[in-house]
């Protein structure tokens, strides 16, 4: 099983910036596609952005040109940088990745317990 801890939340004021690490630990296994995730109140889960262990992206329309993922696969972490950030980005922000089991040769996928981040003047 792969574990994922976030870090990175907090509170900042509208226009501000803010950025999310969230690192895998575990048994023997390769990460493949990694992401981010959010939820507001009341709200489902959404995407914010995935990255593929080859560094190719895909980002919601809401945060294109705002924030950006990237990953560090020597240190299995995965990064997303959010600037200009608006009212409407708060919410709890969840990591999510696609992992391999190299011993068993089976596919897995794990959450992060989520941080909260919460934009407010």
């Known amino acids: 099983q792969v574990q994922l801890v976030e870090s990175g939340g ?12 969230c690192a895998a630990s575990g048994s023997i296994f390769r990460i493949d596609d990694m992401g981010w995730y959010h939820q507001a109140p009341g709200k ?6 995935t990255i593929s262990s ?3 992206t895909n ?3 809401s945060v294109k040109g ?18 200009s950030l608006k ?17 068993a040769g089976t596919w897995g996928n794990s959450w992060g317990q989520g941080t909260q981040v919460t934009v407010s003047s």
């Open 54 to 56: 080859g560094g190719s």
């Open 44 to 49: 489902e889960r959404e995407l914010v952005a």
């Open 10 to 21: 907090g509170l900042v004021q509208p226009g501000g910036f803010l950025r999310l690490s």
């Open 59 to 61: 980002y919601a329309d």
């Open 87 to 103: 009212p409407e980005d708060t919410a709890v922000y969840y990591c999510n990745a696609d992992w391999l089991n190299l011993e």
């Open 66 to 83: 705002r924030f950006t993922i990237s990953r560090d696969n020597a240190k299995n972490t995965v990064y997303l940088q959010m600037n």
